[in-house]
C-alpha cells in the first residue's frame, strides 16, 4: 500500500501550491479560450512567444498549476496550457478519462491552432498523456520532458486508487475546490475517473517494444520517493527510449524538484535543465 506519511506531505504539498498559485494568479492572469475536439470543450491558455511548448498537468489539478512558471518560461517559448478533458474549465460530457483520450484532446488542440512540431512538458497524468501522443505519432513531439509519470499502474498504485472517493479524500475539499469551478459535480466525476483507473489495465500498459518507438529526445525527472510509481519505473522508461535522459531527484515525492513551486530549493536547477534541454545543449 502506499505510504500514509508520503500521501499526507503530497495532500498538504498540493495545498501550498495552490495557495501560492492563487496568489500570484494576477501577475499571469491572461483570458483563455476553448476548443471543441474528440467530444470535448478544451479550455487552454496562450502565453509568450517562440517555441511552441505545451505543459500538461496531473491527475485532480489544472493547468493553472503551471502560473509560477509562466512569467519564465515564456521569454522564449510560446506557452500552450490547457486543462485537461474534465479538469479545470475543461468540460466532458462523457464522463470517462483515459490517457488516451487524453492524448486525442491535445492532437487535436494543437491542430486547431495549426502547431504541427512543438515541445512538452507533463507531470503524473500529463506525463501519460505525453507517452500515449509520442507513440500514437513520432514525429509530432520534437522534445519531451516526463515528470514522476508511469508505463503502467502497480499494485501498490492500484489499492489506493481502488479507495478514492470524494468522501475519503482529503483533497476533495481543499486544493480541487480552488481549481474546478463546477464544484462538488465535478470533482466527484474526477475522483470517480481516478478510482476507475484501477481497473483499468489497457489504457497504461506500455511494454519497453512501444516506449522503443518514441524517437523524441525525453528528459525524465522522478523523486526517489514518489508513493505511487516506485523509482524502478522511470528507470525502465529511460533504458527503453532511445535518446532518454533519466534524473532521480533525491528524497523528492510525486511533484520533485519544485515542478509546480518557483519558490522551491529545486526551482533555479530545475529551470536551468527545462531551458538548457529544450534549449538542445543536451547531446
Not at 478514492?164 to 470533482?187: C, D, F, N, W
Not at 526551482?267 to 543536451?282: A, R
Request: hydrophobic share 40%.
Amino acid at each position: 500500500m502506499l505510504n500514509l506519511l508520503a500521501e499526507g506531505q503530497y495532500k498538504k504539498k498540493l495545498i501550498s501550491i495552490v495557495i501560492l498559485l492563487f496568489l500570484g494568479l494576477n501577475s499571469n492572469a491572461q483570458k483563455g479560450s476553448f476548443v471543441e475536439t474528440n467530444g470535448v470543450k478544451i479550455y487552454y491558455e496562450i502565453h509568450g512567444e517562440g517555441e511552441p511548448l505545451l505543459l500538461l498537468h496531473g491527475f485532480t489539478i489544472s493547468g493553472k498549476s503551471w502560473a509560477p512558471w509562466i512569467k519564465d518560461l515564456s521569454k522564449d517559448h510560446q506557452l500552450i496550457i490547457p486543462d485537461l478533458r474534465g479538469h479545470g474549465n475543461s468540460t466532458n460530457p462523457s464522463k470517462a478519462f483515459t490517457h488516451k483520450m487524453a492524448a486525442i484532446d491535445m492532437y487535436g488542440l494543437m491542430d486547431h491552432l495549426k502547431i504541427d512540431r512543438f515541445q512538452a512538458m507533463g507531470q503524473s497524468s500529463g506525463a501519460m498523456t505525453l507517452i500515449q501522443m509520442a507513440t500514437m505519432d513520432s514525429s509530432r513531439i520534437s522534445s519531451m520532458i516526463l515528470v514522476a509519470g508511469t508505463s503502467f499502474f502497480p499494485k501498490e498504485t492500484r489499492d489506493f486508487l481502488s479507495g478514492v472517493s470524494y468522501e475519503t479524500y482529503h483533497g476533495s475539499s481543499t486544493y480541487m475546490k480552488a481549481l474546478h469551478p463546477r464544484g462538488e459535480e465535478q470533482i466527484r466525476m474526477i475522483l470517480k475517473q481516478w478510482s476507475n483507473m484501477s481497473e483499468s489495465y489497457d489504457d497504461m500498459n506500455f511494454t519497453a517494444p512501444f516506449l522503443s518507438t518514441i524517437r523524441c529526445p525525453t528528459l525524465i525527472i522522478h523523486g526517489d520517493r514518489d508513493s505511487f510509481f516506485p523509482v524502478d519505473i522511470p528507470v525502465s522508461i529511460y533504458q527503453a527510449i532511445p535518446k532518454s535522459y533519466l534524473w532521480i531527484v533525491p528524497n523528492a515525492g510525486h511533484m520533485p524538484a519544485g515542478i509546480y513551486d518557483r519558490k522551491s530549493i529545486w526551482s533555479d536547477i530545475l529551470f536551468k535543465v527545462v531551458t538548457d534541454f529544450f534549449g538542445g545543449n543536451w547531446k
